[in-house]
């Protein structure tokens, strides 16, 4: 049965309020049927996708069962009293919950959500992770923190320099396990988990399920409850996928006229390089579509301009590489597009879930070229379904063909844009699609070449 409101949930008052300033009137289904499973104190093993409130799903509860269990961080304070400042910035953190997080945006994220709910519940938190000095995070550790949010890498090394303790922590979510997984982490999540309190209640979360996550889930949940949410990882109706077959070369100038002439003001592109990420960012502002990019060599505060920018309307398009991308929050991306066919298929459902959230409609558009089409054939078998291919632009090419572009022996695109026009008024598969005249829409391409 699905709650139509939060007051349904059984959370604190101080929550409710916190959940009513944000705006937010009914809970999502991973909030539903999520929230309930934590506050009864069982394990948690969750298949739902970023955009579907998953963060508050279980910072929510978490939240709950430690103000109801009442601040380690206040019976500390009582404990060492006031003027021992120079003592507590020494002192070991013993957080009593933790949340590992693949990558800084995320956790950055979810430490926002904490901060943003957890006003007036007297929860203190604090959040770690790599690519940012040590310092500021160690101030935040020498507050003994309720809640710590943490990457693994940043984590094990304040570990192994003394400064946090994980044996205390008795509530344990691990968010994206998949992705942890893609990035090589998992034997680091097994170090971590391993330090954590034997009595313990621990949460799952990925967006996909392959073997290695249900191997881990397996080896560190006792008795779990289940729940695989609609809007998880393989739930994409609300999202209009198309690919478009194109040369490598061609890839820039096509999707500068993509974003021109569909009018993209809120797109994310993804690349799988950082370099690549940074020279199509630079590539789309010469050609007057405010851009940035965000990836692992960009520092923090660059990262977080370009995210806030975005976030804002002041972007038009986001470029971004798939680590960097974990953990963006923007509501409202009308657009995903696929620079880059990713070598995972389970990337490819990662990328799309930035659009499409939250009931709205969205767009996930993939530039192919012909050594891409067997990662193309991996997604579609992944989803189960063919994805549309889109031929309504000059550039399009026959990958069946070892030839040129169409096959169409040299054609430059204005003629053979002609060519394929004259395909659809025959009643081709996107025959009725573009009611201009074959010339309107070569003379408006060309007049922005």
Not at 101 to 112: G, K, Y
Not at 187 to 192: A, E, F, M, S
Not at 274 to 279: D, G, L, N, V
Request: hydrophobic content about 35%; charged content about 25%; proline content about 4%.
């Amino acid at each position: 049965m699905t709650s139509t409101t939060f007051a349904e949930l059984d959370l604190r008052p101080s929550l409710l309020k916190a959940i009513a300033r944000c705006g937010y009137e009914s809970p999502t289904e991973v909030q539903t049927r999520a929230v309930p499973v934590v506050l009864r104190g069982s394990d948690l093993l969750a298949t739902a996708q970023t955009g579907g409130g998953k963060t508050a799903s279980f910072v929510l509860p978490l939240l709950h069962l430690l103000a109801e269990s009442g601040s380690e961080r206040s019976s500390r304070k009582r404990q060492h009293g006031p003027g021992t400042r120079r003592n507590t910035a020494a002192a070991t953190a013993r957080p009593r919950a933790l949340i590992v997080a693949p990558t800084r945006e995320l956790a950055i994220q979810i430490a926002e959500s904490v901060g943003t709910y957890g006003k007036g519940t007297g929860i203190s938190s604090a959040v770690v992770y790599g690519g940012a000095p040590k310092p500021q995070q160690e101030r935040q550790l020498s507050q003994s923190p309720d809640i710590l949010i943490a990457t693994p890498g940043r984590l094990l090394d304040f570990v192994n320099e003394r400064r946090i303790n994980l044996s205390a922590v008795g509530f344990l979510v691990l968010d994206e396990a998949d992705r942890m997984f893609d990035m090589g982490f998992l034997p680091d999540v097994r170090r971590i988990v391993a330090m954590t309190a034997a009595e313990r209640q621990t949460l799952l979360f990925s967006a996909t399920m392959p073997n290695e996550v249900e191997q881990l889930a397996a080896s560190i949940l006792r008795d779990p409850q289940r729940i695989e949410c609609e809007g998880g990882s393989l739930s994409v109706e609300s999202i209009e996928h198309s690919v478009m077959f194109v040369e490598q070369s061609d890839k820039q100038r096509l999707l500068v006229e993509l974003i021109s002439e569909r009018q993209m003001f809120r797109a994310l592109v993804f690349t799988r390089t950082k370099h690549k990420a940074s020279r199509l960012a630079r590539h789309l502002s010469k050609h007057n579509i405010d851009s940035d990019a965000i990836h692992g060599d960009r520092t923090q505060n660059q990262r977080g301009r370009a995210l806030n920018a975005f976030r804002n309307g002041k972007l038009q398009v986001l470029v971004a590489t798939d680590v960097a991308a974990r953990g963006i929050d923007v509501d409202d991306i009308t657009h995903v597009i696929n620079f880059e066919m990713p070598n995972e298929a389970e990337t490819y459902v990662h990328r799309i879930g930035r659009t499409g959230r939250a009931g709205a409609d969205g767009e996930a558009l993939s530039l192919c070229n012909r050594d891409e089409v067997v990662h193309l054939r991996s997604i579609e078998r992944l989803l189960e379904r063919s994805i549309r291919i889109d031929r309504e632009h000059a550039w399009h090419i026959d990958v069946r063909t070892g030839g040129g572009r169409a096959g169409n022996n040299g054609q430059r695109p204005a003629e053979r844009g002609r060519s394929v026009e004259r395909g659809r008024k025959g009643g081709g598969e996107f025959a009725g699609r573009d009611r201009r005249r074959p010339g309107q829409r070569n003379r408006n391409r060309g007049g922005r070449r």
